[in-house]
């Protein structure tokens, strides 16, 4: 189909050296599909999940809004590459990449998009932020009353008169 279209490929940040990355073998990917639906916090907003690396092992985390501490999983037979990251995402894109098989997660800072692949198959993922609180319901500052004028001296104004006459040019 002619015409033109958006570049895509500017919106997936490319691979660099700066990115962990993770490797998810089917072991992991099944036990990934399995464990996240379960962990709490799946009807809080964003109904979000923690991706954590600490150099040795993959965990999927969760917490729901009253727990305190957060529960934990740990993949089995996942291996990271890079410096420890944690990241936090929505579980339902998290949970379609892995049900797409995409094995390979890339993950550059908490803020960053996650990139996940397998071959040519990508998804990007925004993170989901976990300490963001609402938006403030406040309601703005009433505007300030004008000032009024103080009387000052001012010149006279010029006399007008009402007359019945047409001007014609």
């Not at 729901?64 to 291996?79: F, H, N, P, R, Y």
């Not at 049900?99 to 800072?109: A, S």
Request: proline residues 8%; glycine residues 4%.
């Amino acid at each position: 189909i002619e015409g033109n279209y958006p570049n895509w490929k500017q919106c997936v940040p490319k691979s660099n050296e700066n990115r962990t990355k993770i490797l998810l073998n089917e072991a992991a990917l099944k036990q990934l599909v399995a464990v996240a639906p379960k962990l709490p916090g799946k009807s809080d907003e964003h109904s979000p999940v923690r991706i954590r690396f600490d150099l040795q092992h993959v965990f999927v985390e969760a917490k729901g809004k009253d727990q305190k501490e957060w529960t934990s999983i740990c993949l089995q037979e996942a291996v990271g590459k890079g410096r420890s990251v944690m990241v936090a995402l929505n579980r339902e894109y998290l949970l379609k990449a892995a049900r797409f098989g995409l094995k390979q997660i890339e993950i550059e800072d908490e803020l960053s998009p996650v990139v996940c692949w397998n071959g040519g198959k990508r998804i990007v993922i925004m993170p989901v932020r976990l300490d963001a609180s609402p938006a403030s319901t406040s309601t703005p500052p009433e505007p300030s009353k004008p000032v009024e004028k103080q009387a000052t001296k001012s010149e006279p104004k010029p006399e007008t008169t009402e007359t019945n006459e047409r001007h014609t040019m």
